[in-house]
């Protein structure tokens, strides 16, 4: 197996300092015709949009979508949250094994406004990556962006409360509401929110937290958050001055503007779908510092870009393979739990949904970290977050925990349901994992689809 060449050492806040960059366009591009057409042409797993409230952005942006897997006749939908810079099609395939044991559930994976950002159009051209690469797509400048300063906790929970009430259709059918990572934290402040008067879990008949949470659940990975008043005072004037958008990303190595690293990661798997045996079409093209020292396939980069055997850190890897020893050009060879070709079909995505967020906002960033006290402090009321009623909190928790994070992810969810009236909890724990397995992993490696089915089938 080749040894390690990439950067290590990133973690999900460590590399918070970007350059802003990006190409002013005043409105939105056409959204390809394939995305909503699915809806229309019946589609198995159509990508739905729902119109939410006025946010501000470019004209388009004032609606979600979210990504139908199962039965509409489903008695009980599972709604998912993705986590930072996450999007609906982290969750296709984990929502297409659990509804293949659960016939009566549909899964619903949460697309934020913000994905209405995103250029994506260039995946149904014959050459993505000459349209992304040579910069042919439509960049948002921050700069043309200030709406986004505004895009903070609140908006999302406020867009998610139209598709959770869309989702129980009246009050015919359960849902049960989860995320991964950052996206468990919205789960639980949606739960805690006020909503003008009725809190969020009224209404819930479970949550599901795919490695996330609050009161510290991220403390594990020994990158605390960053909520004190001063830091707070801090990250807010920076949004204030134009720093819209997160750019953690932006250390990848892979350019800096806030969507780059996520178009490179898509085009990886674009080509490793299609043609995973084809030399890389990628490879030449990229940074010296990252490049593979071999020529390898498609999927071959993949991989390389996504196995945790080659230096990233827990947050964004899985256990997948290794290079192949040898040949001319080194293909991918699957030794773990989760097949390249599993990523592959995820992160091409159709080219929507996808699995990256270009455009995370850096105010729901500073929310995010806020809401961790899962509190109603003076802190969270300055910023209009109404987590006035997690005591309150009155349904079954469904926790699950990989490595990632050393075991914090079930003893903060244990403080939560302490200090709360939740009637019973299930945990679960997988340290083979880590915390992109559970969205990927093959179904008879995958100890989330093997143990969340009873918590489902179990709530009354």
């Known amino acids: 197996m080749t040894k390690p060449f990439m950067t290590t050492g990133l973690s999900r806040r ?11 366009v ?8 394939a995305a909503d057409a699915a809806t229309v042409a ?30 509409d006749t489903a008695h009980t939908v599972l709604v998912l949250v993705p986590g930072m810079f996450g999007a609906a099609n982290d969750f296709r395939l984990l929502a297409r094994d659990l509804v293949a044991q659960l016939p009566g559930v549909q899964v619903w994976a949460f697309d934020r406004r913000e994905e209405n950002l995103a250029d994506r ?27 986004a300063g505004d895009w903070g906790l609140a908006r999302t929970l ?44 009224d209404g819930l008949s479970g949550l599901v937290l795919v490695d996330g949470g609050v009161r510290g659940a991220f403390a594990g990975n020994g ?3 960053e909520n004190s008043p001063e830091q707070v005072k801090e990250r807010l004037a920076a949004i204030d001055g134009g720093a819209v958008f997160d750019l953690t990303l932006s250390a990848v190595g892979l350019g800096s503007r806030a969507e780059n690293t996520q178009i490179w990661y898509q085009l990886a798997g674009w080509y490793a779908h299609r043609d995973p045996g084809g030399p890389s079409v990628l490879q030449p093209r990229m940074p010296d510092a990252l490049r593979p020292p071999v020529p390898v396939t498609n999927a071959g980069l993949l991989g390389v870009l996504v196995d945790a055997g080659f230096g990233w850190p827990n947050d964004i ?28 079909t995820a992160y091409a995505g159709g080219p929507e949904p996808a699995v990256w967020e270009w455009y995370w906002p850096a105010r729901l960033s500073v929310d995010l970290d806020v809401a961790d006290a899962y509190a109603d402090t003076d802190l ?17 928790l469904f926790v699950f925990q990989t490595s990632y994070a050393q075991g914090t992810i079930e003893s903060a969810a244990r403080e939560v349901v302490a200090d709360s009236r939740v009637p019973y909890a299930v945990y679960e724990t997988d340290n083979g994992m880590n915390h992109l397995d559970p969205l990927f992993a093959a179904p008879e490696h995958n100890t989330l689809t093997a143990s969340l089915p009873a918590f489902l089938t179990g709530l009354r």
Not at 26 to 33: C, D, N
Not at 129 to 146: C, E, G, M, N
């Open 14 to 24: 460590a590399v918070l300092a970007g350059i802003l960059g990006g190409v002013a």
């Open 380 to 396: 969270t009321r300055s910023l209009g977050l109404r987590l006035s009623h997690s005591a309150g909190l009155d349904v079954p």
């Open 317 to 344: 890897s899985v256990h997948s393979g290794h290079l192949a020893d040898s040949g001319d050009v080194r293909g991918w060879v699957d030794t773990g739990i989760t097949p390249i070709s599993r990523v592959a």
């Open 42 to 71: 019946g589609a198995a797993e159509p990508y739905v949009p729902i119109a939410v409230g006025v946010g501000g952005g470019p004209a388009g942006s004032d609606r979600v979508h979210v990504l139908k897997v199962g039965p």
């Open 158 to 201: 406020s867009d998610l409360r139209t598709v959770v009430l869309a989702a129980a259709g009246g009050g015919r059918r359960r849902v049960v509401l989860g995320g991964h990572s950052w996206g468990a934290t919205t789960a639980l402040a949606y739960a805690a929110w006020d909503f003008d008067g009725s809190p969020g879990y």
């Open 26 to 33: 005043p409105a939105l591009a056409a959204r390809p015709a």
């Open 121 to 147: 159009s260039g995946f149904v051209t014959a050459d993505p990556a000459a349209y992304y690469l040579d910069v042919h797509y439509r960049s948002l400048d921050p700069a043309a962006a200030a709406f």
């Open 223 to 225: 990158e605390p958050v």
